[in-house]
């Protein structure tokens, strides 16, 4: 096995270090800009069902965005970790009364006994997180391979069309281009604390 850490990994460790050295007031600042970034957007604006996440690692947190939500009548998403088939993630219900646990990879998540989910195809949007990404849409995760699974359905298809998918994270994550790799899913752009890059394709 070559143990030498490639490109990829040194970005990661590189990138997830530069979040996590995110003080609190900073953290607090850009998950209130994210909501002012996400609300603008048509994609968010009409979409219902809504999967997010809960900040891991310095992460920027859609907590803000999520109590909007709440305020708005959409319904709230998060990602759990399918019990059985490798890699892959189910959207579980979020309410301000869900009960939350911890994964294997030490986030919180809701327990999977008699939660209502909803599949990958139904729902409008998905705002997922990123480790790194460049304005072209490109998108580097946590290395899991999780998400590029769970959408791999989306392979193929025009801008626009389905399931949206728009990365979140803090502008300290951009870089000049990303390699594409041939699993990536397409996003429809990226929103930070200060701007939505909508991917050029
Ligand atoms: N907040 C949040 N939730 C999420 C994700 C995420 O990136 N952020 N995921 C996005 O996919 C999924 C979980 N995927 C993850 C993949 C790797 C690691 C991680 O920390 N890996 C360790 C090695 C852990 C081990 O193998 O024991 C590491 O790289 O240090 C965490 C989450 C679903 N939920
Ligand atoms: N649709 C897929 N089918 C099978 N394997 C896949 C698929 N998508 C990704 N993988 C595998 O998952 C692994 C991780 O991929 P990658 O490093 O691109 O993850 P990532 O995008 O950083 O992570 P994540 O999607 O969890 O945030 C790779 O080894 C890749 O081969």
């Known amino acids: 096995m070559n143990k030498k850490p490639d490109f990829k990994q040194k970005l990661r460790r590189e990138m997830r270090n530069a979040r996590r050295r995110?003080?609190?007031p900073q953290q607090k600042q850009n998950a209130l800009g994210l909501l002012q970034t996400i609300r603008r957007l048509?994609?968010?604006r009409r979409s219902k069902n809504i999967a997010l996440y809960l900040a891991n690692d310095g992460e920027?947190?859609?907590e803000q965005v999520i109590h909007y939500c709440r305020q708005l009548g959409k319904q709230c998403y998060l990602p759990v970790l399918h019990p059985i088939k490798h890699n892959r993630l189910w959207f579980v219900e979020y309410n301000s009364d869900t009960q939350l646990?911890?994964?294997i990879y030490k986030i919180d998540e809701p327990p999977l006994?008699?939660?209502p989910r909803r599949p990958a195809w139904a729902l409008d949007l998905v705002l997922l997180p990123l480790v790194a990404f460049d304005e072209e849409g490109g998108r580097l995760g946590m290395g899991g391979g999780y998400y590029d699974r769970t959408f791999s359905f989306k392979q193929g298809w025009?801008?626009?069309r389905g399931t949206q998918?728009?990365?979140l994270a803090h502008d300290l994550q951009k870089v000049e281009q990303?390699?594409?790799e041939s699993w990536d899913i397409p996003l429809e752009g990226v929103a930070t604390e200060s701007h939505f890059y909508p991917a050029r394709r």
Do not use: C, D, H
Request: proline share 4%; glycine share 8%.
């Open 42 to 44: 048509t994609q968010f």
């Open 178 to 180: 990303l390699k594409t």
């Open 165 to 167: 998918l728009i990365g």
């Open 113 to 115: 006994i008699k939660a």
């Open 101 to 103: 646990r911890k994964n």
């Open 158 to 160: 025009r801008k626009g």
């Open 22 to 24: 995110l003080t609190v």
């Open 60 to 62: 920027i947190s859609p």
